[in-house]
């Protein structure tokens, strides 16, 4: 009873970090394409090649 609690919780940290290493990742990545020019900031803000322009 006591082990299978401690179990759990331990589970459920691990997938709380996981999230907050996926999100570090995912926004590091976005920041180092961001410096790099590999993602035009015109294409964040006026996706035109979707069909819409906001200029």
Same mark, same amino acid.
């Given at each position: &009873?006591? =082990? +299978?609690?401690? /179990?759990?919780?331990?589970?459920?940290? *691990?997938?709380? *970090? +996981? $999230?907050?290493?996926?999100?570090? +990742? /995912?926004?590091? &990545? !976005? %920041? *180092?394409? =961001? +410096? %790099? !020019? %590999?993602? #035009?900031? !015109?294409? $964040?803000?006026?996706?035109?090649?979707?069909?819409? #322009?906001?200029?």
């Amino acid at each position: &009873m006591i =082990i +299978s609690y401690h /179990v759990e919780r331990v589970t459920r940290a *691990l997938d709380i *970090l +996981s $999230i907050f290493i996926y999100t570090a +990742s /995912v926004v590091k &990545m !976005n %920041l *180092l394409a =961001i +410096s %790099l !020019n %590999l993602i #035009d900031v !015109n294409h $964040i803000y006026r996706p035109t090649d979707v069909g819409f #322009d906001t200029r």
